[in-house]
Antibody
């Protein structure tokens, strides 16, 4: 059974940093593309970033480019999202997702990030 | 990277059908046959319902179907059931990035 468990969310001040983690199990993590998707409270889904299986290819939404960095540790079956220079508009539930072929096959339960002073 | 346009709401009585549209551009919906649809119940993670425009993952009822014409994709839910009441989001590949729709709340009357 595929399991994705996000952690690392919390309250952070504007301009601060946070690192999210996504622990994966139930599939071959080291062979899988992975995504981060976020959802502001009461709002819709927004794609954030993706990384290929060996970490050599990454893509970002314009809204986070230069501030967020996706990474992975295949030995630990864990995906990360380093978030710097956080803004109020980054407040959201952040989901990690196992990529299928041009789709989001499985999702974690999400972790809430709140940016506020 | 503008969001795909969906109607905010749609509704139908049990047993009826509802169709949700998802309008993009030639750079996303119209340019690729990689439109997918997700169902999200309140407080829950999204669930994949349709991929590659019209394909259903294992376990998704055949009451759910998808199609595309030009820059607009559609999701149809036939034989509405109470458990279909949820938010629905489309998504499209857009060349190295992805874009989601604005979301549609489906209400079963």
């Amino acid at each position: 059974e595929v399991q994705l468990v996000e952690s690392g969310g919390g309250l952070v001040q504007p301009g601060g940093s946070l690192r999210l983690s996504c622990a994966a199990s139930g599939f071959t993590f080291s062979s899988s593309w992975m995504h981060w998707v976020r959802q502001a409270p009461g709002k819709g889904l927004v794609w954030v970033s993706r990384m290929n299986s060996d970490g050599s290819t990454t893509n970002y939404a314009d809204s986070v480019k230069g501030r967020f960095t996706i990474s992975r540790d295949n030995a630990k079956n864990t995906l990360y999202l380093q978030m710097n220079s956080l803004r109020a508009e980054d407040t959201a539930v952040y989901y990690c997702s196992l990529a299928g072929s041009y789709r989001f096959d499985y999702w974690g339960q999400g972790t809430l990030v709140t940016v506020s002073s | 990277q503008s969001a795909l346009t969906q109607p905010p709401s749609a509704s139908g009585s049990p047993g009826q059908s509802v169709t949700i549209s998802c309008t993009g551009t030639s750079s996303d919906v119209g340019g690729y046959n990689y439109v997918s649809w997700y169902q999200q119940h309140p407080g829950k993670a999204p669930k994949l319902m349709i991929y590659e425009v019209s394909k259903r993952p294992s376990g998704v009822p055949d009451r759910f179907s998808g199609s595309k014409s030009g820059n607009t994709a559609s999701l149809t839910v036939s034989g509405l059931q109470a458990e279909d009441e949820a938010d629905y989001y489309c998504s499209s590949y857009a060349g190295s990035i992805y874009v989601f729709g604005t979301g549609t709340r489906v209400t079963v009357l």
